[in-house]
């Protein structure tokens, strides 16, 4: 298996504009989580999903994110508009019935 | 819900010394116990788990845990640490869901 994978691994936009990342889940798991990651507040859970349908959101930070998960196989996080702040590192992981998470690659988003 | 406290937020230690990074869980529940490993820019990786049987689980790299029920603890123990082991540790619990610690910077210095 391919692992976790995340696109784009880079974006920079400017502030206000839309703002997509994508995520593959591994295979065959149940459950998909986002991250954030950053220096000041460390790792952040935002929301996850069981069997493709949110589980938990109160992470999400306000109403500008929104995740949707429209098949087993496909996840976004979609911040619009987007401001400096929410420059971070974007991580998506997968799991199997609550056991280890795998984590993907990562995406770096910066905000200018 | 379940909380997980990682006690120390960094760790320096000099090479081929022994460390030892804590994590307490507390859960009213069952739990899986995870350590993760982030090295500079790259994501977390799985470093090892507890889900059920031995309370002692080890790591290819020479990391150890052990799940103290009675403690509510999952230390991470390496005998020897090499300067390629400075990273970020995570602690993790899994029962009615999944939390993270705040994370360990372990920092090996010649």
């Known amino acids: 298996d391919a692992g976790v994978i995340q696109s784009p691994r880079h974006e920079v936009t400017e502030m206000g504009q839309e703002v997509t990342l994508r995520c593959k889940p591994i295979s065959g798991h149940d459950y998909l989580f986002w991250y954030r990651q950053t220096m000041m507040r460390g790792l952040e859970l935002l929301i996850y999903?069981?069997?493709?349908?949110?589980?938990?959101d109160s992470g999400m930070p306000e109403d500008r994110f929104s995740a949707k998960m429209p098949n087993a196989s496909f996840s976004t996080l979609k911040i619009q508009p987007s401001e400096p702040r929410d420059s971070a590192v974007y991580f998506c992981?997968?799991?199997?019935?609550?056991?280890?998470?795998?984590f993907g690659p990562g995406t770096r988003l910066t905000v200018l | 819900a379940q909380s997980v406290t990682q006690l120390d937020s960094q760790v320096p230690v000099f090479e081929e010394a022994p460390v030892e990074l804590r994590c307490n869980y507390s859960s009213s529940v069952s739990v899986y116990l995870f350590w993760y490993v982030q090295y500079p820019n790259q994501g977390l990786q799985l470093l090892l788990k507890?889900?059920?049987?031995?309370?002692l689980v080890e790591s290819i790299n020479g990391f150890e845990a052990e799940f103290n029920k009675s403690q509510t603890s999952f230390h991470l123990r390496k005998p020897s640490v090499h300067i390629s082991d400075t990273a970020e540790y995570f602690c993790a619990v899994s029962a009615n869901d999944m939390r993270f610690g705040a994370g360990t910077r372990l920092t090996v210095k010649p």
């Open positions: 999903f069981n069997n493709n349908v949110p589980i938990d």
């Open positions: 992981a997968s799991s199997f019935r609550r056991r280890e998470q795998f």
């Open positions: 507890y889900l059920s049987g031995s309370t």
